[in-house]
């Protein structure tokens, strides 16, 4: 139905331009999603002021108070999540060791987004040779295991914090090749670049006014999603012993330094794998919530509340 | 809206259709697609739905055949009767026991109307084993004779064919195979020509004529182009935003119009001896923000005040059933008695 | 269609051939390849005269044609922790692999599109709920986390099952399970959208018109077509599945070419890791060819191309 069509072309144009409400009260609507987003802000309180202010309890040993098992607060607040073989709190643990692990996170999706978009745009936007050579190499990337490949490259190159987040990096940067090409390629047949180009624009002034904008909200909505797969796969790497390296500590690296006491002290192995867990559902409820708020259409059913059916008469 | 006396009211309709509303709530808009449609269909004649895209015809079938996924569609009507049964009452899978029995519908495009991964005598076998009247082989069979009937060549070696394998028009002729296989009292043409070359619109239009001969069957036809009310139908049902506007007998309402909207469209057919065009002025309505009153008043060079506030009944406008719902067509038959219709 | 094969057949090449030369030159990346083989301590000369037996004072092009020429001929090196050639560790390790993924991907298919036809069938109803619970929980659970978990609860407080091993039908149990998580959740959302795709199509629209009962409607007309998109995410699915198997193997025990690599790697085994790692990625090739033949068989209209 054509007319059907066209009506309901008119709404999202209109939606967007009057601008019902806030993001505030669109994250609100989405209880998930906004419970994810308190989450992500209290680990982030963690990452940015955690050690500094748990450090010490953190290494404190206590031989006294070893392997306590969690939820009794008889001995202090800080042994309320259990402690460690040596009577380190578990509390203080999770806290510090979160820096490294969603850091190292973060930049590995800062950095495959950067590069992967700026190669993407560049495979989409210059000519045919260069573009193909691009993607029949992020096809060869992205046609194998993820974790076999960080495997080898780790072997080779020894696992140092850097070399975990650009390994991880390569990863995930096929994906954002892909997109931004995408959409490179699409946005170039439009008139308006075809504008710019007779006004003189250069290739690149043409690259990043008019497509990088476009680009970047997509670019920007897999980030969401990838910081978690890349967090699940820092976090089995270094439960396999080839990621982080004592004495860096992660929540993965934590998960395997327990498990040889998981018929004494399960909680050892179980936390940390439970805070990688809460972080990961955090992101991905947040970045449905982004997704469903991208695409007009599905905005809308957040926006209003549900309706009576029946036929109006008027 | 009060549907119009019928001086057929003796015989009863194959299909009769009363005060048919279908609304559709999309995002934020209320899309008023069928607003009060009455029309009846008789055994073994051809009615004409005719239309723009937006005019609602092709919804009011597709509510009528219970096609429409309901949210977002809300259908309501008075009654609608197929062959003195009611239709939208009925249990579903009742219902769907006698879609393809009793009617047959055939789509507008047969490329995406017909399932890509099974073969054309597949889905025509399918036809016979679902209602229970033939299976296995001897269902098969059927299907390949059937093809030929529509005019298939090679029709033993075509039935293991897929769709993409046929030319559009032999595509269109596996459709109206599928849609008259069980003999259907009623076949249901929505634009069955529109994606078609005009030499085989003619072909597939023939194919049409011939079967209804043979099987006595009714045909709705929806259709936009006045060239094919003109050929094929007996009478016809003019829509425009969601409801009939005139309706009668073909020729009655294609020489005698009698209403602002036939007669806008019958004039805005281009003329090879007038050197300028006369399109109808204005746009299509917006279906999610009709106006008040008649919706054709914007576009109308007979309207009032009255059109404003006042949404025209359906009346009797002449002879054999010839309807128009317009407060003013007097004025068109005046123009018409002047010479100017 | 035979144009359509070769030029997928041709591209996979392409990329395999790309990761052995990828191997190739990333072990010479480092400077000295003698760090990946010998341990930390070794002296100069015994680095000098692997070096010279292995021939890495070569010039590289040398190198690579000797590389090249023994993987074709089968010899990817000899694993000298294990005294066997690295090839054999590799092919006594694989059928155990092979077989849990097998089973699992099986089972995971199966499973996902039962849960996503009904889904389709019944937006909002229960199993679309469970569908899209546990695709949310297996794109959040870390894999291992869950395996130890899973242990922890059932095999050391509840006794069910064995804690790991491989066995009989018990020491599958938890394995499969763990390592089905993740291709379930994604194959469910696959399944339903392409359900929901062809529920809401034309043909669908005639079937209905045509008398079919909606049953039918859904698990014949629509599921066949859904089916089209399970095969395209095939192979995304079973490279994630080598991603888990590692993980699995690992912490239950099994002795496949996952645990296989990532003992090699702790134990600085390189030919075995290598050998893996070639192995795999020709494995993947086959397996693209196979799901290419697979989805030219089910989709008639790339048949006829």
């Known amino acids: 139905m054509s007319a059907a069509n066209a009506s309901s072309s008119v709404s999202a144009e209109s939606v967007n331009i009057r601008r019902g409400l806030s993001w505030w009260q669109l994250l609100w609507r989405d209880k998930f999603a906004f419970v994810g987003a308190m989450w992500l802000v209290c680990l982030a309180a963690c990452v940015i002021v955690g050690p500094e202010l748990l450090g010490k309890e953190a290494g404190a040993i206590n031989l006294r108070a070893r392997n306590l098992a969690p939820g009794s607060l008889e001995q202090g607040w800080l042994m309320a999540l259990g402690s460690d073989a040596l009577g380190r709190s578990m509390l203080a643990r999770l806290i510090v060791a979160s820096r490294n692990t969603l850091l190292i996170a973060l930049s590995s999706v800062l950095v495959a987004m950067l590069v992967g978009g700026a190669l993407g745009l560049v495979a989409g936007y210059v000519g045919r040779n260069v573009g193909n050579v691009i993607m029949r190499l992020s096809d060869i990337v992205q046609s194998f295991p993820s974790l076999l490949l960080a495997v080898i490259v780790l072997y080779v190159l020894e696992p140092a914090v850097e070399n975990l987040i650009i390994v991880l990096a390569i990863t995930r940067i096929p994906s954002y090749l892909r997109v931004a090409r995408a959409e490179v390629l699409e946005i170039r047949e439009r008139v308006f670049v075809d504008a710019a180009r007779a006004l003189g624009g250069s290739r690149f002034h043409i690259l990043w006014r008019h497509i990088t904008p476009v680009v970047l909200p997509t670019l920007l909505t897999i980030m969401t999603v990838d910081f978690a797969i890349v967090m699940l796969a820092e976090s089995g790497l270094s439960f396999l012993g080839i990621g982080i390296q004592p004495p860096e500590i992660t929540w993965g690296l934590m998960v395997a330094q327990g498990r040889n006491y998981l018929s004494q002290a399960w909680w050892l192995a179980f936390l940390p794998g439970l805070a990688i867990m809460l972080a990961t559902l955090a992101a991905n409820l947040l970045s449905s919530w982004i997704r469903i708020v991208m695409d007009p259409v599905q905005r809308w059913r957040l926006e209003v509340g549900s309706h009576s059916g029946g036929i109006q008469r008027d | 809206m009060t549907s119009a006396t019928d001086s057929r009211a003796d015989t009863a309709a194959l299909l009769d259709i009363n005060d048919l509303h279908v609304q559709f709530r999309t995002g934020r808009e209320l899309v008023k697609a069928v607003n009060g449609v009455s029309f009846r269909v008789f055994a073994g004649e051809t009615m004409a739905i005719l239309g723009e895209s937006g005019s609602g015809k092709s919804v009011t079938m597709a509510a009528v055949m219970r096609l429409l996924a309901s949210p977002p569609a809300y259908i309501e009507a008075t009654h609608v009767q197929l062959n003195g049964e009611d239709v939208l009452g009925l249990p579903l899978a009742d219902w769907r026991a006698r879609c393809g029995r009793d009617v047959g519908m055939v789509f507008q495009d047969a490329l995406a109307a017909l399932n890509p991964v099974f073969s054309v005598g597949w889905q025509l076998a399918e036809t016979f084993a679902v209602h229970g009247i033939a299976h296995g082989r001897d269902a098969q069979e059927r299907a390949v004779e059937l093809l030929s009937i529509v005019g298939i060549p090679d029709a033993q070696q075509r039935a293991g064919d897929y769709p993409h394998q046929f030319s559009g028009g032999m595509r269109q002729r596996v459709m109206i195979a599928m849609a008259v296989a069980l003999d259907p009292m009623l076949l249901i043409a929505d634009e069955p020509t529109t994606a078609l070359d005009v030499t085989v619109q003619a072909q597939i239009m023939e194919l049409l004529d011939r079967l209804q001969a043979e099987r006595n069957m009714a045909i709705v036809l929806i259709t936009h182009d006045l060239g094919v009310v003109a050929e094929a139908a007996d009478r016809v049902a003019v829509m425009y935003a969601g409801r009939v506007v005139e309706s009668g007998t073909v020729k009655d309402v294609l020489t005698h119009p009698r209403h602002p909207y036939t007669r806008a469209l019958l004039n805005s057919i281009p003329d090879p001896n007038e050197s300028s065009l006369s399109p109808i002025i204005g746009s299509p309505p917006d279906m999610a923000n009709l106006p008040s009153g008649c919706p054709f008043r914007p576009r109308c060079s007979f309207a009032t005040d009255q059109c404003a506030n006042e949404e025209p009944a359906i009346r009797d406008a002449g002879v054999n059933d010839h309807h128009s719902a317009c407060h003013h067509f007097e004025q068109l038959i005046a123009l018409e008695v002047n010479g100017n219709g | ?305």
């Open chain 3, 1 to 305: 269609m035979l144009s359509y094969l070769s030029r997928r057949i041709a591209l996979s090449a392409v990329a395999l051939i790309g990761l052995v030369v990828a191997v190739f030159f990333l072990a010479r990346l480092t400077g000295d390849p003698t760090n990946l083989f010998l341990p930390i301590d070794a002296s100069l000369e015994t680095r000098k005269e692997f070096a010279q037996k292995h021939g890495f004072d070569r010039p590289v092009s040398e190198q690579f044609s000797r590389f090249v020429q023994q993987v074709a001929t089968g010899d990817l090196g000899y694993s000298m922790r294990k005294q066997r050639p690295a090839l054999e560790l590799v092919r006594d390790a694989y059928p155990t692999t092979l077989k849990l993924a097998g089973v699992t991907l099986t089972l995971a298919i199966v499973l996902a599109v039962i849960v996503g036809a009904v889904a389709a069938y019944r937006p909002g109803g229960l199993f679309d709920r469970i569908g899209s619970v546990s695709s949310l929980a297996a794109a959040s659970a870390p894999d291992f986390w869950v395996a130890i978990s899973a242990i922890l609860l059932f095999s050391v407080t509840l006794g069910w099952f064995p804690t790991s091993g491989l066995g009989d039908f018990p020491y599958w149990v938890m394995p499969v399970i763990v390592l089905m998580l993740r291709p379930f959740g994604l194959l469910v959302q696959v399944v339903r959208a392409s359900m929901l795709d062809a529920l809401a199509s034309a043909y669908v629209k005639t079937a209905r018109a045509k008398g079919v009962r909606e049953r039918r409607v859904v698990f014949v007309h629509a599921l066949r077509n859904a089916c089209l998109s399970v095969v395209t995410v095939a192979g995304d699915l079973a490279v994630g599945l080598i991603n888990g198997a590692v993980i699995v193997e690992t912490v239950f025990g099994w002795p496949g070419i996952g645990k296989l690599m990532i003992d090699a790697v702790i134990q600085r085994d390189f030919p075995t890791v290598q050998a893996a790692v070639l192995v795999t990625a020709t494995a993947i090739f086959i397996l693209n060819i196979v799901i290419d033949l697979l989805y030219v068989t089910l989709d008639p209209r790339v048949r006829h191309q």
